[in-house]
């Protein structure tokens, strides 16, 4: 695979799994990629649908908790990371590559902090948390269609 093929599959990639998380995010309602339940050292649960049950089963239906979106998000995450590090071993501009590759973990961590899903400290309000999702997009967007490098046919 030459240079030029291999920068056009991590471009073409990245941009489909990126859609693809910030599709899974919404769907799952948020970055929530170790669950939303915790346990303390007892065995009970501290945070999720049913505060202070004991935990003796494990959960596989909807309506016990189970939810395949934070791992659908975590995959689709984890592709668009490899995406980038294609793109920026294709380009082989140091500084540009370090950029290519931080820029996903920059916008999930904004989508993180919107979202409702991922923390318990603090909620952001519906409207600012729009706000920050959208400029997250727009960073990834705006890095990713005008200001990444880009590598010639030639």
């Not at 799994?17 to 065995?43: H, K, P, R």
């Not at 945070?47 to 791992?71: K, M, N």
């Not at 998000?73 to 380009?91: D, G, P, Q, Y």
């Not at 909620?123 to 990834?140: C, E, F, G, K």
Request: proline share 6%; glycine share 8%.
């Amino acid at each position: 695979m030459t240079r030029y093929q291999l920068f056009r599959v991590g471009r073409t990639c990245g941009y489909v799994f990126w859609w693809v998380f910030i599709a899974a995010t919404m769907v799952a309602g948020g970055i929530a990629w170790f669950g939303d339940v915790g346990q303390d050292d007892a065995g009970w649960i501290v945070h999720g649908p049913t505060l202070g049950a004991p935990r003796r089963y494990v959960d596989y239906l909807p309506s016990d908790g189970f939810d395949i979106t934070p791992g659908m998000t975590f995959v689709a995450f984890c592709l668009l990371v490899l995406a980038a590090l294609a793109e920026a071993v294709a380009v082989r501009r140091v500084a540009a590559g370090i950029i290519t590759v931080a820029v996903p973990f920059v916008t999930a961590a904004l989508i993180w902090a919107a979202m409702p899903r991922g923390h318990w400290s603090f909620v952001v309000q519906p409207v600012p948390a729009v706000l920050v999702i959208l400029a997250a997009v727009a960073i990834r967007e705006v890095w990713a269609r005008r200001l990444a490098p880009s590598v010639t046919s030639a």
